[in-house]
Every structure is written in C-alpha cells, then in structure tokens.
Nanobody, 122 residues
Framework: QVQLVESGGGLVQAGGSLRLSCAAS????????MAWFRQAPGKEREFVAA????????SYVDSVKGRFSISRNNPKNTVYLQMNSLRPEDTAVYYC???????????????WGQGTQVTVSS
C-alpha cells in the first residue's frame, strides 16, 4: 500500500511562486513514476507533470512548460513541483499520483494524494 500526502499549497499573487511537496510511504516509491495533476472547479482533472523513477523521463503539459519544474528525492520518498510565474488559470486543487506504470493519463495511476489547493489571485 502506498500513501501520498501533499503540502505546500496556498494563496499567491499572479507572478509568484509556490513549491508543492508530496511525501510517500511504501516500498514502491523508488520504482514508480510520480506525477502531478490538477483539477479546477467544473473541469476534469488534467495532467501537469510527471517524472519516471530514475528521472530519465520528464513530461509537462504545454501550459506549464518553462514555468513549472518537477523533481524527486528517492531516499526521502518525496516528489516536488516548483511553480513559478503563476497565473490565475493555474488555480486548482493539485494532486500527487504514483504508479510503476504511470503515464500522462489519470487512469494509469493507482495511488493518489488528497490534494492541496493552489489559488492564484490577479
């Protein structure tokens, strides 16, 4: 069983930065692709970023390229999402997800955190 706990969300002005963290328990973290998704009110959950178990493969949705950066620390069982130049349209609940076979699709992840709210004011 894997448990994921996000932290680091909050309220920030447009142009500001936030760093999300996701702490994982369980032995499969170091062999899992870890990802961040987000869901805005009234919208479907969408892919934001993913990193393979060894960091060799990284993916981002086009709308965050150049602004967001995903990283992981396997000995600490933690994955991060550094978010810079935030925009009001980045406002959403951000979810951490993990799975050895994870991709950019939500249905490829078996493990999810509870989510953390990010609100960007204009």
């Amino acid at each position: 069983q894997v448990q994921l706990v996000e932290s680091g969300g909050g309220l920030v002005q447009a142009g500001g930065s936030l760093r999300l963290s996701c702490a994982a328990s369980g032995r499969t973290f170091s062999t899992s692709t870890m990802a961040w998704f987000r869901q805005a009110p009234g919208k479907e959950r969408e892919f934001v970023a993913a990193m393979s178990w060894n960091g060799g493969r990284i993916s981002y949705v086009d709308s965050v390229k150049g602004r967001f950066s995903i990283s992981r620390n396997n000995p600490k069982n933690t994955v991060y999402l550094q978010m810079n130049s935030l925009r009001p349209e980045d406002t959403a609940v951000y979810y951490c997800a993990g799975d050895p076979r994870g991709t950019t699709k939500t249905n490829t992840y078996n493990y999810w955190g509870q989510g953390t709210q990010v609100t960007v004011s204009s």
